[in-house]
């Protein structure tokens, strides 16, 4: 591992903070806090911290002796000096004193002790950096020195190869109680660069940020020069089977027997995300044959557990043409591992008094040999979080079975760690919006009514992903929405293409909840005159459009068996034709029908289908310049033609997107046509 630091790099941050009015240390302690932040083998998704010892102005303009330490849930690649929080110094040190602190007591007194009352919360590991007596302390889970300490006699490695330069600490869980016993190790050996904490990580120290972040550096490479040698062949790879099914067909299985009923509301489902991960690494990983021995024994780092639980599933290696075999294991293999789950909280709760909550008992990472492993979360971010760990963590026990055997700490202290209050406030704990861990597939994404609903769905917590026929199109729809958006070029007129982009969408995600079939385009003619080919075109997009997207959807959907919900744009030409709009019409007419059948034929299967009329929406169809002719024919301005209704009043995108929404919505609605056309009692159903 090699040192980042470059002088004039480092001075750099000094002149632009020093703009800002940041003194020279905390510029310095940003700096090489984001050279560690950045490098995903010292430190990943909040894992880690640093601080820097200073004086620095309060509220009332006196100089006050402060320790800026890394806040809770901050990202040191991106840090800035606003997420180190400065805490009085003295005021810390005080509690060194204490035979014992509570969690609630530390994280008062913690934030009693801050300059700007406003600031996030220091990080719970805020009293060791504050009772060790250097200038500048640093903190990481570095890869390498936890394939080391994760072994029955990784105390005893580290001792031997740290000699004199670290010195080592037993397993503590973090907090006031690991900041005691940390100091007084350090006292003993004040001459170390570094501390070794068995089981989670390591600490470097110094005068400088220099000093502390190049010790970091060389007590890291120390580790992984110490993990090449001597190293046995790992792993010895099991029997599989001759072919794997693909990542299209296993994930909305896996996905389905990773999610649970709503026992609050029929028909309500508590559903995953996915995010896939292979590489060489990690099918060598999830190849071996002893992956169920190497793969249990608990997290590489015990902060990793609030987002990844204890132990990941394991499925059976997935077979080509035997699908049905492979549903029927994993559906076991998540039944098993919930039990394992509720039986562990049972116990564990009873040994701590019996005053926890259990949090939701289903797996959050998947090994399936033969294929990959599966990231699990309610969002795409918390499984891209959930992913990275668990790759991480492969590294990690990869190394660890090279050199020796991997171990972690033992249930009781996963158990205290996963159910510790400090550790739950990390993960926020903001409502859940009411398609949270739905996917949204919605064609014709490009288009104004596709942009609208997709916003619509993103805003209530569903993952949306934007098919278009332009891909660049369904690419600025995606930035109009932002977060984790996906684009895909699909043409609905092709049933390969839509069968493409559906696979793209379980590999994003690992499965359709929910699909919004947008897609169409106009054609006009009188019925008796018209071309043939020009019907048979709009047929291909109204209404086979409309059925290969949902044939792709409901494959899906019977795959993860969690229901589902198709809805379809039709048009209120379905029921209440236009002069020379039958080439536009007839086929939403089929397509109407269509939302009939597949309520009837899917129903027993929880899945729902129903469809909007909407009529004059400004759009692509409906363009500003066709509006203003329409306008001119009729006599009447153009606020008049677009609002010729009952009501009086325009109809939007936006209105169309909220009944698509409520439709969605409605777990008790199947076989519905909602009209948004501001009232035409010519085109009412009856
Ligand atoms: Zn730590």
Redesign the pocket.
């Known amino acids: 591992m090699k040192s980042g630091w470059v002088d004039s790099e480092a001075q750099a941050a000094i002149d632009r903070y020093a703009g800002e009015g940041i003194g020279r240390d905390l510029a310095l302690r940003v700096y090489t806090t984001r050279l560690l932040g950045r490098d995903p083998k010292l430190v990943l998704h909040g894992?880690?911290?640093t601080s820097v010892k200073t004086t620095m102005a309060d509220l009332l303009g006196e100089q006050v002796a402060v320790l800026c330490v890394k806040g809770s849930g901050s990202d040191m690649a991106t840090i800035e000096p606003a997420d180190l929080p400065a805490v009085r110094l003295d005021r810390l040190r005080k509690l060194r004193a204490r035979a014992a602190l509570s969690d609630e007591d530390m994280v008062r007194i913690q934030r009693d002790g801050l300059l700007e009352p406003a600031a996030p919360n220091p990080s719970v590991?805020t009293l060791l950096h504050a009772f060790l007596p250097h200038k500048f302390v640093d903190?990481t889970?570095a890869n390498a020195i936890l394939s080391i300490v994760d072994q029955p006699d990784g105390e005893a490695i580290c001792a031997e190869l740290y000699d004199g330069r670290a010195s080592v600490v037993p397993y503590v869980m973090?907090g006031f109680g690991l900041a005691k016993t940390a100091a007084d190790i350090y006292d003993c050996e004040p001459a170390v660069e570094g501390l070794i904490?068995h089981k989670?990580?390591i600490f470097t120290f110094g005068d400088s940020a220099r000093e502390a972040y190049e010790r970091m550096i060389a007590l890291v490479t120390l580790a992984e020069q110490r993990l090449q040698k001597n190293r046995k062949a790992v792993f010895v790879t099991a029997q599989l089977p001759q072919a794997i099914a693909p990542l299209a067909a296993v994930a909305p299985i896996l996905r389905g027997a990773c999610s649970r009923k709503d026992e609050r509301i029929e028909g309500a489902w508590h559903r995953m995300i996915l995010d896939f991960r292979t590489s060489s690494a990690i099918l060598n990983f999830v190849n071996g044959g002893e992956l169920v021995r190497y793969s249990q024994p608990g997290v590489v780092?015990?902060?990793h557990t609030i987002r990844t639980k204890n132990w990941p599933l394991v499925t059976a290696a997935p077979e080509r043409e035997r699908t049905d075999d492979f549903k029927r294991a994993t559906r076991a293999a998540v039944t098993a591992f919930v039990q394992r789950y509720e039986e562990y909280f049972a116990r564990q709760n009873a040994r701590t008094g019996g005053i926890k909550r259990p949090l939701d008992p289903l797996p959050r990472v998947a090994l399936v040999p033969g294929l990959g492993l599966f990231g699990l979360g309610r969002s795409k971010k918390d499984a891209r979080i959930a992913a990275d760990l668990a790759q991480c963590a492969a590294e990690i026990i990869t190394d660890a079975e090279a050199i020796g055997r991997f171990e972690s700490i033992s249930e009781a202290e996963m158990f205290d760690m996963e159910y510790w209050s400090l550790e739950q406030a990390r993960l926020g704990r903001a409502a859940e919006k009411p398609l949270a861990g739905q996917v949204t597939v919605i064609t014709g994404a490009g288009g104004t009514i596709g942009v609208a609903t997709a916003k619509a769905f993103a805003a209530a917590g569903a993952e949306v992903a934007l098919l278009e026929l332009d891909e660049r199109a369904a690419e600025d729809s995606a930035k109009a929405i932002g977060g984790a958006a996906l684009a895909v070029q699909c043409d609905v007129t092709s049933a390969r293409s839509v069968s493409d982009a559906f696979a793209q969408v379980v590999a994003a995600f690992g499965g359709v909840d929910i699909v919004v079939s947008n897609a169409g385009a106009a054609w006009q003619g009188r019925i008796g005159e018209v071309d043939e080919e020009v019907l048979r075109k709009s047929f291909e997009v109204n209404f086979y459009g409309h059925q290969r997207v949902a044939q792709a959807a409901v494959k899906i959907m019977l795959a993860q068996g969690t229901g589902g919900c198709l809805l379809f744009n039709v048009s209120k030409q379905a029921v209440n034709p236009g002069p020379n709009f039958g080439p536009y019409g007839l086929p939403k007419a089929a397509t109407l029908f269509l939302v009939r059948q597949y309520a009837v034929d899917y129903g027993a299967d929880g899945i729902r289908a129903n469809a909007v009329n909407a009529d004059r929406i400004r759009s692509g169809l409906l363009t500003d310049a066709f509006i203003a002719e329409r306008a001119k024919a009729r006599g009447v301005s153009e606020k008049d033609y677009l609002s010729g209704n009952l009501l009086g009043r325009e109809v939007t995108a936006d209105d169309v997107a909220q009944a698509f929404l409520h439709q969605a919505l409605e777990l008790k609605t199947t076989g519905d046509v909602t009209t948004v056309d501001g009232g035409n009692i010519a085109a009412a159903l009856r």
């Open positions: 894992g880690g911290n590991e903190h889970h973090p904490l989670h990580g780092t015990p902060d």
